[in-house]
């Protein structure tokens, strides 16, 4: 039983800061989140770029990240609508060409899902306001405690052993119970409907698939982590693979009217 919590202290003390660092700049807004969400963006694409061309030379991947962090922060603070959404294309598009063929197309495709990722929690934190990034980041917390506690706990069948080996449906149901529990908590603070536990629990499975997503990515790449930038949790994209597609789902149901229209009371 042990060795099923080996991880858990420097993984707890990885969260814990990350949780306090993402809370501040949630609460302050502007600059500072612009600033951390511009970070984050660089630094997992920078692991992208590793990941799919580790035979390149040392540069080629910093440069990468770094270009892709730029390009969110200009982008985002002096386009919208269509215009954004086009840079942000254009900008996938002249990362991704310097990739091998073979990968090329997967690249682009996570690459496009990271910046637009970072562009919806920008979106969210000037729209709608630091609570509904509060709800976010609570949401993929519990999928991942859930996941964590039930898998190790409870155990039982994988979800998907070939791909993610360490996932059992015990795991995934309970992440979306913690979630459903987020959803009914944050109800008052977000002046939402029963409607948001439905979103909960939707955004929850987003992002359990997104970390499956980048669990496929690794597994063909060969790899276990994408880098080693946080203890206990490997690297960003490790830990901000379940944010980034939680985040693209928040955006879908934005876009359908259910934020706007069947949360709110």
């Known amino acids: ?54 035979a390149a030379p040392f540069g080629r991947a910093e440069a990468a990240g770094f270009s892709a962090a730029v390009a969110l922060a200009v982008f985002f603070t002096q386009l919208s609508g269509a215009w954004l959404l086009g840079a942000l294309a254009l900008a996938v598009a002249l990362l991704a060409w ?15 899902l990271i910046l637009l990722a970072g562009a919806a929690l920008l ?12 709800w976010l980041v609570l949401v993929v917390i519990a ?3 859930g996941g ?29 119970v913690l979630a459903l529990v987020v959803g009914w908590a944050m109800m008052g603070v977000l002046g939402a409907g029963t409607g948001l536990l439905l979103a909960s629990v939707l955004t929850s499975m987003a992002g359990q698939a997104g970390d499956i997503a980048e669990s496929a990515l690794k597994r063909r790449a060969g790899i276990k982590d994408s880098s080693n930038l946080i203890p206990g949790h490997g690297g960003v994209l490790d830990r901000f693979d379940a944010m980034i597609a939680a985040a693209a789902m928040f955006l879908i149901l934005n876009e359908t009217g259910v934020i706007g229209g069947l949360l709110v009371d």
């Not at 310097?98 to 496009?112: C, E, I, S, T």
């Not at 979106?123 to 509060?134: A, D």
């Not at 039982?156 to 992440?175: C, D, N």
């Open 98 to 112: 310097r990739m091998p063929a073979p990968v090329r197309a997967v690249h682009a495709a996570y690459l496009a």
């Open 123 to 134: 979106l969210m934190r000037g729209g709608f306001g630091w609570e509904w990034v509060l």
């Open 148 to 176: 964590y506690f039930a898998g190790r706990l409870i155990g039982g069948p994988k979800l998907w052993p070939r791909v993610s080996p360490k996932k059992t449906w015990s795991g995934t149901v309970a992440g979306w």
């Open 1 to 54: 039983m042990a060795s099923n919590f080996a991880d858990l202290r420097d993984r707890t003390l990885s969260a814990v800061v990350m949780v306090v660092v993402g809370i501040g700049a949630v609460w302050a807004g502007g600059v500072v989140f612009l600033t951390l969400v511009a970070v984050l963006t660089g630094a997992m694409v920078w692991e992208l770029a590793r990941m799919h061309d580790p």
């Open 143 to 145: 999928s991942d405690v």
